[in-house]
């Protein structure tokens, strides 16, 4: 089992930056990529970013390349996504999200990750 816990998210005018953070607990995550995903009222759950934990690679939605970076901490056990030059259609509950996987795998789909965290909103104001 994995727990995932998210915090970082808050209230930020368009233009502004914030840093999600992911803190995981329970089994190791030497062989695992996390995820980012976001969900906006009345829209389905979206791939943000994902990195493998083991081997750092990551990648990233067009919706928020070049503008977000997503990295791991591995001694705090914590994922961090950092969000710059925000946009009012960033709006969303954000998630945290772990699943196992082999060698360098790091899925965007939702439905391959298996542990969730309960989400925190990011709003941003136009």
């Known amino acids: 089992q994995v727990q995932l816990v998210e915090s970082g998210g808050g209230l930020v005018q368009a233009g502004g930056s914030l840093r999600l953070s992911c803190a995981a607990s329970?089994?190791?995550?030497?062989?695992?990529?996390l995820g980012w995903f976001r969900q906006a009222p009345g829209k389905e759950r979206e791939f943000v970013a994902a990195?493998?934990?083991?081997?750092?690679?990551?990648r990233y939605a067009d919706s928020v390349k070049g503008r977000s970076t997503i990295s791991r901490d591995k001694a705090r056990n914590t994922m961090y996504l950092q969000m710059n030059s925000l946009k009012p259609e960033d709006t969303a509950v954000y998630y945290c999200?772990?699943?196992?996987?082999?060698?360098?795998?790091?899925?965007?789909?939702?439905?391959?990750?298996?542990?969730w965290g309960q989400g925190t909103q990011v709003t941003v104001s136009s």
């Open positions: 999200s772990a699943v196992a996987v082999g060698g360098s795998h790091t899925p965007a789909a939702a439905a391959e990750y298996n542990y």
């Open positions: 329970g089994r190791a995550l030497s062989k695992h990529a």
């Open positions: 990195v493998n934990w083991l081997f750092g690679d990551t």
